[in-house]
């Protein structure tokens, strides 16, 4: 399994249109139906930063997240929107949980 983890801040006149990408992002992977991937995104209180939770079930499935048009979008416009952070990205083990994700 792989989970990754991406924290960023964006504009607070971005964070609107990373909400409608992020959407879509959802949107095409619901639709993918694929069951190596989880896909969480959250908004801090302060409106404009996020975190990406991801959990994998491998690499390939990641690249599946990564090749979605929606995803090149997202990415995209991202790093073109003068972030006030930009992405970090995280490389997570699991120590346990209440749900089991790829069996």
Known sequence: MKIVR?????????????????????????????????YST??????????????????EAHQVLTGLESFKKFDTELWSSQLETEPKLELLSLVAATTEFFK
């Open 6 to 38: 991406v924290h960023y801040t964006t504009t607070t006149e971005f964070a609107p249109r990373n909400k409608e990408n992020i959407a879509r992002i959802v949107k095409e992977l619901k639709a993918l139906n694929h069951p190596g991937i989880q």
């Open 42 to 59: 959250y908004i801090l209180p302060d409106g404009k930063t996020f975190m990406h939770l991801d959990h994998f079930e491998n690499e």
